[in-house]
T-cell receptor
């Protein structure tokens, strides 16, 4: 079974530029999550989708971050404009459904460096 | 608000020695509890999870964890550590009802194994 795919693996941009990350979840997984992991910290949930609808985006900085999952499969996370403090690893995860009994599988992440 | 505390930032053990990683949580209701492991450049892998029932939970790679409600703890243990266990370990809590995988992570414990 293929895992959660993320691209790119690494990205370096200058502050005020824009950047987008892509995630392809495990086939059949209805729930998709984006987490931000700043160096030295645990991952922090940014947004949670169920199919193509947003379940929770309360921790997403909506002035600069946006995410979509138009067809209920792939998802993109965008930052525009980027700030230095956005440097982090962005992890995508998917699970069969919302319930905690369904294990969440994580991708390898995209490491973003903002200079 | 829910929170997770991992008091040990770094732990060093000798190969073959026993291991215990501490985790304390704060949550207003019955939580789901998880332990994840993250190797360098890799995504998070689920070691084990607790929902209900037996408070001693067995996981993969020989790990186990014990849920102690009275102490709000969910410590991870392994009787004999292998060099390949060197990684970062994250404890996480999720809501019992709906969105169980909407996880709040601790800051992690970096495990070093001496040969």
């Amino acid at each position: 079974e293929a895992g959660v795919a993320q691209s790119p693996r690494y990205k370096i941009i200058e502050k005020r530029q824009s950047v987008a990350f892509w995630c392809n979840p495990i086939s059949g997984h209805a729930t998709l999550y984006w987490y931000q992991q700043i160096l030295g910290q645990g991952p922090k949930l940014l947004i949670q989708f169920q199919n193509n609808g947003v379940v929770d985006d309360s921790q997403l900085p909506k002035d600069r971050f946006s995410a979509e999952r138009l067809k209920g499969v792939d998802s993109t996370l965008k930052i525009q404009p980027a700030k230095l403090e956005d440097s982090a690893v962005y992890l995508c995860a998917s699970s069969l459904d919302l319930g905690g009994a369904a294990e969440a599988f994580f991708g390898q992440g995209t490491r973003l460096t903002v200079v | 608000a829910q929170s997770v505390t991992q008091p040990d930032i770094h732990i060093t053990v000798s190969e073959g020695a026993s291991l215990e990683l501490r985790c304390n949580y704060s949550y207003g209701a019955t939580p789901y509890l998880f332990w994840y492991v993250q190797s360098p450049g890799q995504g998070l892998q689920l070691l084990l999870k607790y929902f209900s029932g037996d408070t001693l939970v067995q996981g993969i790679k020989g790990f186990e964890a014990e849920f102690k409600r009275s102490q709000s703890s969910f410590n991870l243990r392994k009787p004999s550590v292998h060099w390949s266990d060197a990684a970062e370990y994250f404890c996480a809590v999720g809501p019992f009802t709906g969105g169980g995988n909407k996880l709040t992570f601790g800051t992690g414990t970096q495990l070093k194994v001496e040969l």
